[in-house]
Structures are given as structure tokens and as C-alpha cells.
């Protein structure tokens, strides 16, 4: 018997369109083991650190994303040596700090909002060149003042419209001066543009933050040969410079913003059994798994273990019926792109399930509150957005529809993995966008559909 539950284009990037046929009602039974793709926030460091370093810099496990060939893409621009992107190896050859080149051609960072905003610190420190950057509808609609204001600050010559916020963006490059930025927001993306400026700073640049926000800038400017002191109980990262990188080798684990739809769909498709190995579990990242904990998950980590200074593990998740809860606080930056896969968990949980000071969600790739709530609020989900989150109240039935993903990768996978559990088809319009950060996606449900009613591994 032929299954084709699930009508995927060949290659994802060339078809907007997914559609989800149930051959059970709703379906049944995803069971395997899954390799997750490497982490993106990592791979867009270990390519940017690697570029600005003196020497080589081997990367294992990058992601063959989209985001992260942007930022390849903008860094050979200026200069760097970088192979051909694939999973196995790829070599960067640095061009040292300082010594980036003023290319002919504007920067295009894509769809990706890190490329951006960290190569804006890197550019802003680069005196006597001058730069152009920019990105596609979605990135010249998001907020950049939040990082062109401290480089100012800095004594930064940044140009753009609306009071320099929006891209694209004229940079030309300065000798920053000393700072301690007091960030209003806890936000990666903020942080690490600040500490990259740093790097050519003479002195120390320092940011406190109001939560932690994921570290894996400091974990890696540390592992290159930066000077750089955390504290985390103030939350506060100095570094001081000038700095010399030095190329060095890095693993990427997988990406546990990818693992986390597998997490919910084994959570949430009856007869369920699913091992997702070698994931990262950096603390700052794994709000996710505490969530699912709190909604009651059957949800194991094996074979703990440190691969190149980041803590990674295998998980294993069963079905469960699973509780509404709370999230909110200092956990929502520890799984800010997780909110949208766990609006779908919500929607299949007992209860109701409230998410709040989540407002940031509105200015990522899409207003990712409004997308998840109109769309799940087509399949038939009870939800209610709020200024800063989610009311939702689960299990109603869902029922297939056509829903959207506004071109946002994180939005059409959670919808597919929504889609599950409905009855009836789904299709999922813009859903290539998933190639910005999980391109095997697709094929990888397809397989684990084609497992169904299978006897157990
Ligand atoms: C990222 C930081 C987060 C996250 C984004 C990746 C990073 O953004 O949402 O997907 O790699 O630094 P913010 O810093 O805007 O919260």
C-alpha cells in the first residue's frame, strides 16, 4: 500500500506548496530516528568568527541553510576564502581583523536578521571603508535600531531610513570608542553586534543584558582567542580589545530550534516514538524542553555529552498527553523561536495554555504571533492573541484547511506538524521558506510518515 500522505515538491526550494493528506484520520504513528541539521545561530558565528580570524578555521556540521549561505556569501564579499557549504567540512580562510575588503557590490544578508545585525558591528568597526547592506522584504522591514543606535553610541557612521532603522543601510567604518551598552532587550542578535564591534575597540565594550540571551558568541569569541569575561549572575559580557582572532576548528551540534518540531509532533501523534540524535542543549536554548516538561512530555535526554565547548544530547520523545501551562519571564528568551511549534503543542493540549511577554515575536521573519493565531484559528484551534502572546485553549478538533506561512520558515513547519493532527488535507502555502533553516524537512517527514503502522525499531 502507497502511502502519499504527504505531497512535497521534490525540491523544496521550488515549490511554494505543501500538502498534507491524512491516509488515517488524523495520522498515526511517527517513529525513527531523525539527524537534525546543524545549529544556525552557530553556523553563522563559526562562519563570521572563522572569516574575521587570522588562519584556518575548519567547520563540521554547518547548516546548508539559506541564512547561513548569506552570511558566507557576504563574507567572501569582503575578503574571506570560504569552500563550497556542505555538512562535512567546510574551510574558511581568514582575512584577520582589519583587514576586511570595501566590495563593490551592496551586502546582502537575505532573509536572515543575524547575518545582519552582527556583520553591522563587524562593519561599523572597519574604519576608512565604507559599506552597503541590505536583505529582502521581510529583513528591510525589521527593526535595526536596535543595534545602529549603541554602534552610534560608539561613534558609529551608520545612514537609513527612518532615523537609520530600517535597511537598507550605508555603514562607514570608524575607530569605535569604549562603551557599556545597557541592552533594553535580551536579544543575541544585540549582544553579539555589540561584542563583534568590540573586537577593534581599544578597551573594554561591555553589554548587560535584562535575561540571558543564547551565548554562543561569547562561547566561541572565548574558544578564538578573545578577551572576554561573562558574568552571568548580572548578566553582563566585557570584552577587550583590540582583539586577535586565531581560525580554529568547530563542530556544529544540531540545531534544537529544528529538533523542537519533531518534538512536538512525537508529543502529539498517537503511537509516537522518536530519537533525535546529537542536538545541542546549550542552557540558554533548551526553554523548549522545559516547556514540554511543564505540559506533562514524555521526554528523555540520552547520552549527554560536550562536543567542541557546547553541551549536546540525544532525545527521545514518546506520545503523551500532554497539560496546558504558562510560559513567560526570563524563559521566553530561552525558547523565543519555539513559540510558534509550541502554539501547536497548546493547541493539542488539555487546557489552556497562556504565553506572555513574547511581544518580540512580532518582529521576527513574521509577526509571529499573528501568523500562528489567524492560521491555527483556521484548523479550528482556540486561540487568542494577545499584545505580548497567546491564549490558547486546546483540544478542539482540528480540520484541515489552507493555511500560510507569510514566508516564514518557523511558522510553515509548525503548520505542517499542526496539519498532523487535523482531519482532512492541509495545504500549506509559502512553504519553501523552510529551506532558510531546515531544507530536509520535507523529505524527512515524508519518511517518517512512510513509517506508519510500522512494527517499532
Ligand atoms: C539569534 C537570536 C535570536 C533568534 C534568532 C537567532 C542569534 O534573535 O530569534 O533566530 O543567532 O543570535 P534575537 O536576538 O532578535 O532575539
Known amino acids: 500500500m502507497s502511502p502519499a500522505v504527504f505531497t512535497a515538491p521534490e525540491s523544496v526550494d521550488s515549490s511554494p506548496t505543501w500538502t498534507l493528506h491524512p491516509q488515517h484520520d488524523p495520522f498515526t504513528s511517527l517513529r ?79 532573509n536572515s536578521g543575524t547575518t545582519l545585525r552582527l556583520m553591522l558591528g563587524v562593519l561599523a568597526s572597519h574604519a576608512g571603508r565604507f ?27 551608520i545612514w537609513g531610513r527612518q532615523g537609520d532603522t530600517l535597511a537598507p543601510l550605508a555603514v562607514k567604518g570608524q575607530n569605535l570608542r569604549p562603551s557599556h551598552y545597557h541592552s533594553p532587550m535580551a536579544s543575541a542578535q544585540v549582544k553579539s553586534c555589540i561584542l563583534l564591534a568590540g573586537l577593534r575597540v581599544e578597551g573594554a565594550t561591555t553589554v548587560t543584558e535584562p535575561a540571558l540571551s543564547r551565548d554562543h558568541s561569547e562561547r566561541m569569541l572565548a574558544a578564538f582567542g578573545a578577551d572576554i569575561q561573562v558574568d552571568a549572575q548580572t548578566r553582563r559580557v566585557t570584552i577587550t580589545g583590540p582583539a586577535q582572532l586565531q581560525g580554529q576548528p568547530v563542530v556544529v551540534p544540531g540545531d534544537i530550534s529544528s ?6 509532533a512525537g508529543a502529539i501523534v498517537p503511537d509516537s516514538d522518536l530519537r533525535l540524535e546529537n542536538v545541542g542543549i546549550n542552557p540558554t536554548r533548551t526553554g523548549i524542553l522545559d516547556a514540554l516538561q511543564q505540559m506533562n512530555a514524555d521526554l528523555v535526554l540520552e547520552n549527554e555529552r560536550w562536543v567542541a565547548g557546547e553541551p549536546v544530547a540525544d532525545l527521545r520523545i514518546r506520545t503523551s498527553s500532554l497539560q496546558g501551562c504558562t510560559l513567560c519571564g526570563d524563559l521566553i528568551p530561552r525558547l523565543v523561536d519555539e513559540v510558534p511549534i509550541l502554539a501547536v503543542a497548546a493547541a493539542f493540549a488539555r487546557g489552556t495554555t497562556v504565553i506572555r511577554d513574547a511581544a518580540e515575536l512580532r518582529v521576527k521573519e513574521s509577526d509571529r504571533l ?57 495545504t500549506i502555502h509559502g512553504a519553501q521558506a523552510a529551506a532558510i533553516s531546515y531544507p530536509e524537512f520535507a523529505p524527512t517527514l515524508q519518511r517518517l510518515l512512510a513509517s506508519e503502522h510500522k512494527p517499532s525499531p
Open 32 to 110: 525513527g530516528t531523525v539527524q537534525v541539521p546543524g545549529d544556525k545561530s552557530i553556523s553563522h558565528r563559526a562562519l563570521m568568527l572563522g572569516a574575521l580570524a587570522q588562519g584556518e578555521t575548519q567547520i563540521q556540521g554547518l547548516l546548508l541553510g539559506e541564512d547561513p549561505r548569506s552570511t558566507a556569501d557576504c563574507f567572501r564579499a569582503l575578503g574571506a576564502e570560504i569552500s563550497p557549504l556542505n555538512r562535512e567540512l567546510v574551510t574558511v580562510q581568514g582575512i584577520g581583523l582589519g583587514n576586511l575588503q570595501e566590495p563593490a557590490e551592496v551586502l546582502n544578508a537575505g
Open 370 to 426: 499573528r501568523a500562528m493565531a489567524t492560521q491555527l484559528q483556521k484548523l479550528g484551534a482556540r486561540v487568542t492573541e494577545l499584545p505580548d502572546g497567546l491564549e490558547i485553549v486546546g483540544g478542539a478538533s482540528l480540520l484541515g484547511s489552507e493555511v500560510e506561512s507569510f514566508d516564514d520558515h518557523r511558522v510553515a513547519m509548525s503548520l505542517a506538524i499542526a496539519a498532523l493532527g487535523a482531519k482532512g488535507t492541509t
Open 131 to 157: 559599506f552597503t547592506v541590505t536583505g529582502d522584504r521581510s529583513l528591510r522591514s525589521r527593526p535595526m535600531g536596535r543595534v545602529v543606535h549603541p554602534l552610534q553610541d560608539m561613534g558609529a557612521h
Open 259 to 264: 529538533a523542537a518540531f519533531w518534538l512536538v
